[in-house]
C-alpha cells in the first residue's frame, strides 16, 4: 500500500488499529491517533520528539460528539463556535476523565476543534472517537501544508499519509482560553484576532510568546525554526552584512534591492494579500531552507488579520 493516497476508509481502519495517520485540516497537516487510546497517543510524542508537557489538540466532526467529553462550555465560546465552526479555531476547555491526562499533559483542560477540511471530517465521521492530533512536523520544525511535506520528514513514522492536497489556511489554528468566562488567545492564528471580536463586540487580549513560561504550553519562543540561519528585520538593513553571500529573502511584496552576491526573492503575495500570505509562508519558509542560499532573510507584515499571526511564525524562526 502507498503511505500517501485519499482513502478514507483505509485511514479509518489504520486509526482503529490504533496507528497513526497524518490528516489534512484547512490550517496545516496533523499527525492523528485515537486520542482515547494512550498507546496510540504516545507514538505521537515519540514521532515527533514532542516533549510530553506540550498538550495536543483533539478534533471532533461536530459539537454534538464533543459534549461527552469537556464540562461547562463559557458562553462566549457559544458565540464563536456557531460563527466559526467548523474552521481554524480551537476551544481550550474543561475536561473529564475519558480524555487520558497523556493528551492534556496533566492539565484539566482540552483543545477541541472542529476542523473544515471534507476529507477529515469524513474521516472523523467514520470512527468513533476523537483524534488527538498535533502539527506533523518534527517538535520544533515548520508545520506542513502539503502531504509531501509530512511524508519528507515523518514518512517512516505514519502509517498513511492521507492526502487533502495543499491546505488552504496555511497557519494553524487560534487557540482560546476562557479564564473566569473572559476570553484570552493563546496562540494567533487562522482566525484573525479582528474577527473573533466583531462577533465578542470587545477586545480579546492575545499572550505574548515566552521561553521561559513552562505554564504557557506550546508558546515557547522558539519554535517553526528552519535549519538554516533566519534573520527577521529590516532587509535594506540586514543585507549588506551579507555581502558576497547568497541570501533568500522572504517578503510580502518583493521589492528590488541591491545586492553584491545572489538574491534568491520569495514573494508571499504580489497583491500584499495577507490570507495568500499564510497560505504560503511555511512552504516558503522550508523552499528557502531547502535552498543553497547561506541564509533566510525575511520582514515582518503589517500587524493586522492575519499578518499578526505570520509575524508571530516569523519571531518564533527568528534563530540568529
Ligand atoms: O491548526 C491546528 O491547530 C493544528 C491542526 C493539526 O489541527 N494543530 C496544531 O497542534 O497546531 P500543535 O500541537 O502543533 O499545537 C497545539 C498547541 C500546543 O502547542 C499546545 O500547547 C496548545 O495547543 N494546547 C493544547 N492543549 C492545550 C491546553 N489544554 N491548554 C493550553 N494549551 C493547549
Ligand atoms: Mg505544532
Not at 490528516?23 to 516533549?51: D, M, Q, W
Not at 492536497?165 to 489554528?173: A, K, L, M, N, T
Not at 543553497?292 to 511564525?313: C, H, K, Q, W
Request: net charge negative; with cysteine; glycine share 8%.
Amino acid at each position: 500500500m502507498n503511505k500517501k493516497g485519499t482513502d478514507i476508509t483505509y485511514a479509518a481502519n489504520q486509526l482503529k488499529g490504533g496507528g497513526l495517520v497524518a490528516i489534512p485540516t484547512e490550517t496545516v497537516y496533523g499527525l492523528a491517533a485515537n486520542a482515547l487510546n494512550e498507546k496510540s497517543v504516545l507514538k505521537i510524542f515519540e514521532a515527533k520528539k514532542r516533549p510530553a508537557f506540550d498538550p495536543l489538540i483533539t478534533h471532533f466532526s461536530q459539537w454534538d460528539r464533543v459534549m461527552p467529553y469537556v464540562g461547562k462550555i463559557p458562553i462566549k465560546a457559544h458565540l464563536l463556535a456557531e460563527a466559526f465552526t467548523p474552521g481554524p479555531i480551537t476551544f481550550i476547555l474543561p475536561k473529564n476523565d475519558l480524555i487520558p491526562s497523556l493528551v492534556t499533559s496533566g492539565h484539566d483542560t482540552v483543545g477541541v476543534r472542529i476542523p473544515r477540511h471534507p476529507m477529515t471530517r469524513e474521516l472523523l465521521d467514520a470512527i468513533d472517537f476523537p483524534l488527538a492530533a498535533p502539527s506533523a512536523n518534527p517538535f520544533g520544525y515548520i508545520s506542513p501544508t502539503t502531504a509531501d511535506h509530512v511524508l519528507d520528514q515523518l514518512g517512516d513514522e505514519v502509517d498513511y499519509v492521507l492526502d487533502g492536497g495543499p491546505c488552504d489556511v496555511g497557519i494553524e489554528s487560534t487557540i482560546i482560553a476562557f479564564e473566569n468566562q473572559q476570553p484570552v488567545i493563546l496562540r494567533l492564528g487562522g482566525l484573525a484576532l479582528e474577527q473573533i471580536e466583531e462577533v465578542l463586540g470587545e477586545k480579546v487580549s492575545a499572550i505574548r510568546t515566552s521561553s521561559s513560561n513552562p505554564n504557557a504550553p506550546g508558546m515557547l519562543s522558539s519554535h517553526y525554526s528552519p535549519r538554516k540561519k533566519l534573520i527577521v528585520g529590516d532587509i535594506r538593513t540586514l543585507l549588506p552584512e551579507y555581502s558576497g553571500q547568497k541570501v533568500a529573502i522572504i517578503q510580502l511584496q518583493k521589492e528590488i534591492v541591491a545586492h553584491n552576491g545572489k538574491l534568491l526573492m520569495y514573494e508571499l503575495s504580489e497583491k500584499g494579500d495577507l490570507e495568500e500570505a499564510a497560505r504560503r509562508i511555511f512552504d516558503v519558509m522550508r523552499a528557502a531552507d531547502q535552498s543553497n542560499a547561506s541564509v533566510i532573510l525575511a520582514e515582518y507584515m503589517p500587524d493586522t488579520f492575519l499578518g499578526r499571526a505570520i509575524n508571530d511564525r516569523l519571531r518564533r524562526a527568528n534563530n540568529a
